[in-house]
Nanobody
Framework: QVQLVESGGGLVQAGDSLTLSCAASGRFGSYALGWFRQAPGKEREFVGSITWTTRNTYYADSVKGRFFISRDNTKNTIYLQMNTLTSEDTALYYC????????????????WGQGTQVTVSS
């Protein structure tokens, strides 16, 4: 079992930055951890992921160069640093764990967090 708890969402202005956190617990060492998002009326989509052992990162084209994933092994936490936010980034952001790696399809996620809302006003 893997438990994931997100935090850090909120309301920001276009152009601002925001960092989300995801605290992981349980037996997550063999999983890739990642971020997904779901905007109203849209399907859940991959944002980025990081492998726990190699630290390799992968990003969706829509966020590449603006969003960055990192991890803190001492805190069992991954972070999603989001820069130059636009209204298109408004969504419920989910932390996820998957045995797959790379650009993970949502259907291959094994565990989900509860989500944290990010709203970008223009």
């Amino acid at each position: 079992q893997v438990q994931l708890v997100e935090s850090g969402g909120g309301l920001v202005q276009a152009g601002d930055s925001l960092t989300l956190s995801c605290a992981a617990s349980g037996r997550f060492g063999s999983y890739a951890l990642g971020w997904f998002r779901q905007a109203p009326g849209k399907e859940r989509e991959f944002v980025g992921s990081i492998t726990w052992t190699t630290r390799n990162t992968y990003y969706a084209d829509s966020v590449k160069g603006r969003f960055f994933i990192s991890r803190d092994n001492t805190k069992n936490t991954i972070y999603l640093q989001m820069n130059t936010l636009t209204s298109e980034d408004t969504a419920l952001y989910y932390c996820a764990a998957a045995r797959a790696w790379g650009r993970i399809p949502p259907a291959e996620v094994d565990y989900w967090g509860q989500g944290t809302q990010v709203t970008v006003s223009s």
